[in-house]
T-cell receptor, first 112, second 111 residues
Framework: DTAVSQTPKYLVTQMGNDKSIKCEQNLGHDTMYWYKQDSKKFLKIMFSYNNKELIINETVPNRFSPKSPDKAHLNLHINSLELGDSAVYFC???????????FGNGTRLTVT | GENVEQHPSTLSVQEGDSAVIKCTYSDSASNYFPWYKQELGKRPQLIIDIRSNVGEKKDQRIAVTLNKTAKHFSLHITETQPEDSAVYFCAARNTGNQFYFGTGTSLTVIP
């Protein structure tokens, strides 16, 4: 059973399009996250969300928006895609407190 | 937010030697420090973690040390093996439950 699952695994699209990446966790965790890993392998936090609070990293363009239909899901919507959005996007979850992040397998987004 | 620095960015060691990766953090309120290993094309996976009330933790060939006063923590891998080759990330969790990652260390273990 995959604890944190995200779809699709690969996403190739053209500039200007709008796309979504889905994420689901079956760990019962309270907090979910989205991270961007660029070509230099840097892991940058984009959002963290629990049922009380959404925290947005100030460097994230407002073309990116998280949507959480329930505690187990945190989807990522991206509008007007740009070449620089090409990266691997990881969803993650955490129980909170001194507990680690559990990552999904990543979505490789390529914008042409 | 938190700022985590990690050194070195690349590290090559002979099989059987030790490898040390060092990280510093800026937010003195950060209280949890996990380390992740990421193999090529895969997700980061937790290998060891340490809480702020502990100075050292060991799990077989892997150990982590934490100096809260200096705000730095280190990963030590002994008796390295080729399968240890990967990118390693340190991270710090702040009081807002956000995890900030170092820039990664690409470790190569030469057989």
């Amino acid at each position: 059973d995959t604890a944190v699952s995200q779809t699709p695994k690969y996403l190739v699209t053209q500039m200007g399009n709008d796309k979504s990446i889905k994420c689901e966790q079956n760990l019962g965790h309270d907090t979910m996250y989205w991270y961007k890993q660029d070509s230099k392998k840097f892991l940058k936090i984009m959002f963290s969300y629990n049922n009380k609070e959404l925290i947005i990293n100030e460097t994230v363009p407002n073309r990116f928006s998280p949507k959480s239909p329930d505690k187990a899901h945190l989807n990522l919507h991206i509008n007007s895609l740009e070449l620089g959005d090409s990266a691997v996007y990881f969803c993650a979850s955490s129980r909170g407190g001194n507990s680690p992040l559990h990552f999904g397998n990543g979505t490789r987004l390529t914008v042409t | 937010g938190e700022n985590v620095e990690q050194h070195p960015s690349t590290l090559s060691v002979q099989e059987g030697d030790s490898a040390v990766i060092k990280c510093t953090y800026s937010d003195s309120a950060s209280n949890y420090f996990p380390w992740y290993k990421q193999e090529l094309g895969k997700r980061p996976q937790l290998i060891i973690d340490i809480r702020s009330n502990v100075g050292e933790k060991k799990d077989q060939r892997i150990a982590v040390t934490l100096n809260k006063t200096a705000k730095h923590f280190s990963l030590h891998i002994t008796e390295t093996q080729p399968e240890d080759s990967a990118v390693y990330f340190c991270a710090a969790r702040n009081t807002g439950n956000q995890f900030y990652f170092g820039t990664g260390t690409s470790l190569t273990v030469i057989p």
